[in-house]
Structure formats: structure tokens, C-alpha cells
């Protein structure tokens, strides 16, 4: 059963950068044909793709975060991480990772963070 | 993008009725690619339906999707105890991939 965890610090401080990690047991992201991603939900809001890499390490970016973005793979940790350059409050929110490229499933629980100085 | 809205907003409802959700799109959503989450209150969410009409794996068979083009429904047939959460369509059609703003179905 594949199972996804995000890590990562819950606070950052405005202007510097957001950086998570998702761990995945179960299945190797280096193999399979499977891509994963980086989702995240605004307090009480709604859900945003942020972007993906696949089995092979090609990525893929919401064209309103693209400039912002970086998504890496670390194959023999099994992880893939989120890097978010310059945030501001508007970017707090919980971020989850995730198996898939059109559906997604299934989802790490989530780890809110806060752009706060 | 393609915008896709999610009506009602909140929907209150007795255990045991049937919950009505739908999810429109700004733009047709191509081969009706879109699918289906649950998310409790503190959880992730948690895929119900893809292909407008596909059940995920492990997913109860009173839970349904129909629709196509623009216009979709998801449609709860007897409400349990521990389906009262917030509902979210996503399309996966186009790039990038969007999602509604959610339907949460409460406890009348």
C-alpha cells in the first residue's frame, strides 16, 4: 500500500523560501510510470496544484506558480521536495504531496505552513 | 484555465437521503476527465470518483458520478453518518489541472 508523509518546517518567515519533502513508502518514484505531486489549500479554501516530477525527473509547474517553483526528486531517499521561493502570507496554507498527474490519489495528511515574521 | 463551480455551496441533509452535488465547467472538459474527492474535517482528501464515473478502489457503490461535457454530478444515494464532509470536483482534461471550491454536505 503506498503511503506518502510531507516534513518540512511549519513557519517561514516572509520573502524566504518555503522547502517541504514527501516521503513515499510502497512504491519507488523512480519506477512504475508514476508521477507525483505537490498540492496546497488556503485556510478554508480550496485546493491548488502546484506541479509535479515524474518517474523519470521531468517536472511540470502551475503556470501561476512556475516562476516561483522547484520540484526535485530524491530517488535513493525515495522522496520528492517543494521548493517556493519569495513567499508571502498569501502562501500559507497546507501543503500535501501526491500520487498522480490527473487523478490523485493517494494524499500525504498535509503539514500547514505559516508565512509569518 | 478551465473554472469548474461547485453548487450548493452547503447542502443540509438527514441520514438516509440521497445528496445531489454539481460540479460546472467554464469549458467542456475533455473525455470527461474529472473526478471526485471526499475531505473530512482535519483530512486529506480522499478520491471517490475519476472518469466522471469510475469508483476508486475500496469506494462504497452508493457513491455515483455521471456527466459529460460541462456538466457533472456526483450523487450520494443514502447518506451514512460518516459521509457529512466537503465534496471537491477536479478536472484533469487540461492544463493545469483545476479544482472546484467544494459542496459541504451537512447534518440537517
Known amino acids: 500500500q503506498v503511503q506518502l508523509q510531507e516534513s518540512g518546517p511549519g513557519l517561514v518567515k516572509p520573502s524566504q523560501t518555503l522547502s517541504l519533502t514527501c516521503t513515499v513508502s510502497?512504491?519507488?518514484?523512480?519506477?512504475?510510470?508514476?508521477?507525483w505531486s505537490w498540492i496546497r489549500q488556503h485556510p478554508g479554501k480550496g485546493l491548488e496544484w502546484i506541479g509535479n516530477?515524474?518517474?523519470?525527473?521531468?517536472?511540470d509547474y502551475n503556470p501561476s506558480l512556475k516562476s516561483r517553483v522547484t520540484i526535485s526528486g530524491e530517488t535513493s531517499e525515495n522522496q520528492f521536495s517543494l521548493r517556493l521561493s519569495s513567499v508571502t502570507a498569501a502562501d500559507t496554507a497546507v501543503y500535501y504531496c501526491?500520487?498522480?498527474?490527473?487523478?490523485?490519489?493517494?494524499w500525504g495528511q498535509g503539514t500547514l505552513v505559516t508565512v509569518s515574521s | 484555465e478551465i473554472v469548474l463551480t461547485q453548487s450548493p455551496g452547503t447542502l443540509s441533509l438527514s441520514p438516509g437521503e440521497r445528496a445531489t452535488l454539481s460540479c460546472r465547467a467554464s469549458q467542456s472538459v475533455s473525455n470527461s476527465f474529472l473526478a471526485w474527492y471526499q475531505q473530512r474535517p482535519g483530512q486529506a482528501p480522499r478520491l471517490l470518483i475519476y472518469?466522471?464515473?469510475s469508483r476508486a478502489t475500496g469506494i462504497p457503490d452508493r457513491f455515483s458520478g455521471s456527466g459529460s461535457g460541462t456538466d457533472f454530478t456526483l450523487t450520494i444515494s443514502r447518506l451514512e453518518p460518516e459521509d457529512f464532509a466537503v465534496y471537491y470536483c477536479q478536472q484533469y482534461g487540461s492544463s493545469p489541472v483545476t479544482f472546484g471550491g467544494g459542496t459541504k454536505v451537512e447534518l440537517k
Open positions: 501526491a500520487r498522480g498527474i490527473t487523478w490523485f490519489d493517494p
Open positions: 516530477i515524474n518517474y523519470r525527473g521531468t517536472t
Open positions: 472518469h466522471a464515473s
Open positions: 510502497g512504491a519507488s518514484i523512480s519506477s512504475g510510470g508514476y508521477y
